[in-house]
T-cell receptor
Framework: GAVVSQHPSRVICKSGTSVKIECRSL??????MFWYRQFPKQSLMLMATSNEGSKATYEQGVEKDKFLINHASLTLSTLTVTSAHPEDSSFYIC????????????FGPGTRLTVL | SQKIEQNSEALNIQEGKTATLTCNYT??????LQWYRQDPGRGPVFLLL?????KEKRKERLKVTFDTTLKQSLFHITASQPADSATYLC??????????FGTGTRLTVIP
């Protein structure tokens, strides 16, 4: 149980275009979803936290107008990278939790974004 | 701001030996600490959680200790196998929703 999927797994786009990444909890209802970014040989950096039906809470230094997060249901969150540039190329990973007291998070397989 | 450091970027050990990974944190007092495994190009997978009032936690060949005085957690894999080769991440947490990850240690178990 507790499976999280992401789509697409890889995406290549031209500079200036927008890219949407989906994160789904397949067999549980996620009260909270998280978006992380990971650059090569670096650890995961939390970008934002979102609860269903609420606005996302962004970490310091993350532009909310560039990284749009929508958490429309208890099983789906989307991250849209608007006007992507080469420096946005990274590995984007979502995770979901369902309110365990100690917040075990279940991670998706990640999406590799390459902006040309 | 909080800082999380894992002892080394990479660790190589011989198959069958015990691997010991270190996680040190500063500038806060986590109520619990989690360890995750991450394989290349994949999302992390939860391994173990230890609470601040627990000194040690075991799960099969894994053992985690948590020393709140030293602000340190040790992660041990006994009887290591090549399949244990991966990056291991620690994530101390203060009890809120958010997890902040350490830099990770890339473990390679040599047959």
């Amino acid at each position: 149980g507790a499976v999280v999927s992401q789509h697409p797994s890889r995406v290549i786009c031209k500079s200036g275009t927008s890219v949407k990444i989906e994160c789904r909890s397949l067999d549980f209802q996620a009260t909270t979803m998280f978006w992380y970014r990971q650059f090569p040989k670096q650890s995961l950096m939390l970008m934002a936290t979102s609860n269903e039906g609420s606005k996302a809470t962004y970490e310091q230094g993350v532009e909310k107008d560039k990284f749009l997060i929508n958490h429309a249901s208890l099983t789906l969150s989307t991250l849209t990278v608007t006007s992507a540039h080469p420096e946005d190329s990274s590995f984007y990973i979502c995770s979901a939790s369902y309110g365990l007291a100690y917040n075990e998070q279940f991670f998706g397989p990640g999406t590799r974004l390459t902006v040309l | 701001s909080q800082k999380i450091e894992q002892n080394s970027e990479a660790l190589n050990i011989q198959e069958g030996k015990t691997a010991t990974l270190t996680c040190n944190y500063t500038n806060y007092s986590p109520a619990y600490l989690q360890w995750y495994r991450q394989d290349p190009g994949r999302g992390p997978v939860f391994l173990l959680l230890i609470r601040e009032n627990e000194k040690e936690k075991r799960k099969e060949r894994l053992k985690v200790t948590f020393d709140t005085t030293l602000k340190q957690s040790l992660f041990h894999i006994t009887a290591s196998q090549p399949a244990d080769s991966a990056t291991y991440l620690c994530a101390p947490s203060g009890g809120a929703n958010n997890l902040f990850f350490g830099t990770g240690t890339r473990l390679t178990v040599i047959p």
